[in-house]
């Protein structure tokens, strides 16, 4: 006899039937850095720690994933931000092309529908952070030549043409501004006439409201959750919420235990002079070897340090779905868990093939079908379907 109660049973049945998407994963590093196959176990003799590989994507029934591509500004000099780029984006196509059966390049709303109904895997791209540009409009459209389909505008730094929300430039000296500069907004309007995705995660709320006002597009935030249940500036205010929606928008759900929890974001907190310090212990010793400080050395300092706190519950991630749902409407909450690129995930939740509970606790929350899938897929799928409409409307011309 099963143990699962009939509300569990339907969930998983919906679960498996539903098209879903995360809107954000870190594994290209695993890729190039760690030479891993996405078809291998999440485990290596260097990482023991991934969160999402096929096998688990299968088990949570993930059709479709936007893998970011970040190149850390602390690592690598600017001159080296394009050909890091250029490397990572190589390392999804090289996947691609050693499993052509079981994965799929995938650019378009209708390629994602296409790779499901054939059985593989879609796999998509997203620049995380825009100093990859190099203040380039030409290597944005490079990029999205080589099948990017959103950039996340900052990372933790401010770049030249926008700021980040946890990079804060000046504001006693009146002749800096924060937000988008002019070239910034030049920046948005070549993103909507290509089709690509504009993504607010990682801005400062200056910045954010800059977007809104030089967008013809709606836009995503990618991985974040709500301010008001967890203080952190990589979270979304209420007020922003409300924006983003009647923008068109899709905030996509932060599985990161420091941004949906209060209090393990304050005992996180306390640990950061520790954690600093661990952390220049590791450069210096890289820097010895004349060596870059590879991603999963310094993810498993965080891991050593996370698992100090006690994991927060499953329930503190169903409430940022619950508040940002009744704050910006069932239309605008998706997926973005930030696999492969945290230290910690919510108890219960250990990799993508842990997806189906997240729709079980939605639904032992009075969710329905139709919201259900709307969160797990369909807001997303609505907004990459609108964006390179409209970039098509605008080439066609009145």
Not at 173 to 190: K, N
Not at 214 to 221: E, K, L, N
Not at 267 to 289: G, K, N, Q
């Amino acid at each position: 006899m099963s143990s699962l109660t009939d509300n569990q049973l339907r969930a998983n049945e919906l679960h498996a039937s539903s098209l879903v998407i995360d809107g954000h994963a870190d594994t290209p590093q695993r890729f190039l850095d760690e030479a891993w196959d996405f078809a291998g176990p999440l485990a290596t003799p260097q990482n023991s720690g991934g969160m999402l590989n096929l096998d688990s994507a299968r088990a949570g029934n993930l059709a479709a994933e936007f893998f970011a591509i970040w190149v850390d500004p602390g690592q690598f000099p600017p001159s080296a931000f394009a050909h890091r780029t250029r490397a990572l984006i190589d390392a999804v196509h090289q996947q691609v092309q050693r499993h052509p059966t079981e994965l799929a390049l995938c650019t378009s709303p209708a390629e994602i529908l296409a790779a499901k109904a054939s059985g593989r895997f879609a796999m998509l791209m997203g620049i995380e952070g825009g100093h990859v540009i190099e203040n380039s409009l030409e290597l944005l459209r490079v990029y999205h030549a080589l099948g990017v389909r959103y950039m996340t505008l900052t990372w933790i730094n401010s770049n030249d043409w926008a700021e980040s929300s946890t990079d804060l430039r000046p504001t006693d000296d009146s002749s800096l501004s924060g937000g988008l500069t002019p070239f910034g907004i030049e920046v948005i309007a070549e993103m909507n006439r290509l089709g690509m995705m504009v993504d607010v995660s990682h801005a400062s709320d200056r910045t954010f409201a800059d977007v809104l006002d030089a967008t013809r597009a709606p836009v995503i935030a990618s991985h974040s959750s709500a301010r008001a249940l967890t203080n952190s500036p990589r979270n979304l205010a209420d007020d922003q919420l409300r924006a983003l929606a009647a923008n068109g928008g899709v905030c996509m759900v932060n599985f990161y235990s420091v941004f949906i929890d209060e209090n393990y974001r304050q005992a996180w907190a306390s640990l950061r002079e520790e954690r600093s310090a661990a952390h220049a212990a590791l450069v210096r010793d890289c820097s010895a070897r004349d060596e870059f400080v590879p991603f999963h050395l310094s993810n498993a300092i965080e891991r050593d340090f996370a698992a100090r706190i006690p994991r927060p519950p499953l329930s503190s991630l169903i409430d940022h779905f619950d508040h940002i749902i009744r704050v910006a409407g069932i239309d605008h909450v998706g997926i973005g868990t930030d696999f492969d690129g945290i230290s910690c995930l919510p108890d219960g939740i250990d990799s993508t093939a842990d997806l189906p509970k997240i729709t079980a606790a939605l639904s032992e929350r009075g969710y329905s079908t139709t919201h259900l899938q709307k969160i797990l897929g369909g807001n997303l799928m609505r907004v990459f379907t609108q964006t390179p409409s409209l970039a098509d409307r605008e080439k066609r011309g009145p």
